[in-house]
């Protein structure tokens, strides 16, 4: 159906309008009384929490199928302070390679060249694409995003990285981990938040390495200082209790118990195979959509490369410039926020004005059904005002 044609106002709005790309929507099943058990008021380092802590460990690694010799800790400062910590601990023995695709691989790539102020190549790729992967130098450390939460790119697999490197691979993958299949083999640090495809809350990063990553921690030490929240390694020897529940600083139990309880549900549906069909599934309803109609497209211009998680549109129309399409895109997403039919759509910024709809597991499928007709119902009532 083209723009051309009045659309009526859909009569049936979505269940749950929260279609923010992070923090992201509960599980589906959630309620208060997910976290009538939470240890409230106790110390973190007492014996019943440190416990609570390492289940979130244990749960994370028997999810994801990470192998037994790779270690996974619960980090402050969400996947921001995973990466941050990864890169003032770990880096500087080598140059570094840093593939860019989206907002947040910019800021690894600045705090890499202007704060750590390493020797860096730089691979980027403006918003819809992705770098020439294969012109890494891998006996180099390789800093990347696995999926571009502000553009909806992604890599489509892990066959650009040699399992004969000699640097590290540091991965941020906060919008893939739970909805994309990851290589352990070819990643060496990988960091995501668990506000994202499983719907937790705010602050809390996971950061997951490797043997090689431990190697690297118990034999070089950077030459800047590192502040004590980066620091996974006293002198030259690893920190083993950021990997067995002792936190570098003090966790919200209440977000602990909101994670088990995300986590739990995800085993309850079917693993790591359901959390991904889950979110195929979200995507797959959109990109129908937009097969259908001309005046929307994907930011990524390689359907291989296009997010299953964080969806990024723009829109196409002879009335839409580019000095107009930003005001267009605030207008259109004000009015679905107005009738309570969609939340927090609209793309980030520094990207191209169009929509992000998060698409990740806890996310029902009906509810991206209905919303599509609402984004063309308030499209088509916003195009008549150009």
Request: hydrophobic residues 40%; aromatic residues 10%.
């Amino acid at each position: 159906m083209t723009s051309n044609n009045r659309v009526e106002k859909p009569a049936v709005k979505p269940n749950n309008p929260n279609f923010s790309s992070g923090p992201c929507t509960k599980p589906p099943t959630w309620s208060a009384d997910a976290l009538q058990n939470a240890l409230l008021g106790r110390s973190h380092r007492s014996k019943e929490c440190k416990a609570r802590l390492n289940k979130v460990i244990t749960e994370v690694k028997k999810i994801l199928a990470i192998p037994d010799d790779y270690r996974v800790g619960i980090v402050p400062a969400s996947d921001t302070g995973a990466v941050e910590m990864a890169m003032w601990s770990l880096l500087g023995k080598f140059p570094v390679e840093i593939a860019v695709w989206d907002s947040f691989g910019q800021d690894w790539a600045r705090d890499i060249i202007h704060q750590l102020q390493l020797k860096a190549m730089y691979y980027f790729a403006q918003d819809g694409n992705l770098p020439e992967l294969q012109s890494l130098n891998f006996d180099y450390d390789v800093v990347f995003t696995w999926n571009g939460t502000t553009t909806g790119v992604r890599v489509p697999n892990g066959d650009f990285i040699p399992h004969n490197r000699k640097g590290l691979t540091i991965c941020d993958a906060t919008s893939a981990a739970f909805a994309m299949e990851l290589p352990w083999e070819k990643l060496d640090v990988t960091t995501f938040s668990w506000q994202k495809v499983m719907g937790g809350e705010a602050g809390f990063g996971i950061l997951i390495i490797s043997p090689r990553t431990v190697k690297r921690l118990e034999t070089w030490r950077p030459p800047w200082p590192i502040p004590k929240i980066f620091q996974l390694a006293y002198g030259r020897e690893l920190i083993e209790g950021i990997f067995e529940g002792s936190t570098i600083n003090t966790p919200s139990m209440l977000c602990v118990e909101d994670f088990l309880f995300a986590l739990n549900w995800a085993q309850s549906i079917g693993g790591l195979n359901a959390l991904i069909a889950r979110s195929n599934a979200n995507a797959t309803v959109i990109d129908e959509f937009v097969s259908q109609h001309d005046w929307l497209e994907h930011l990524p211009t390689d359907p291989e490369t296009r997010s299953n998680t964080g969806v990024c549109l723009r829109f196409k129309h002879p009335k839409l410039t580019d000095e107009t399409i930003l005001d267009f895109t605030g207008r259109l997403v004000s009015r679905l926020e107005k009738e309570k039919v969609a939340y927090d759509i609209k793309s980030y910024r520094g990207v191209p004005p169009g929509l992000r709809i998060w698409c990740g597991a806890t996310v029902e499928t009906k509810d991206i059904e209905l919303l599509m007709p609402w984004i063309e119902w308030a499209f088509n009532e916003e195009i008549v005002k150009q």
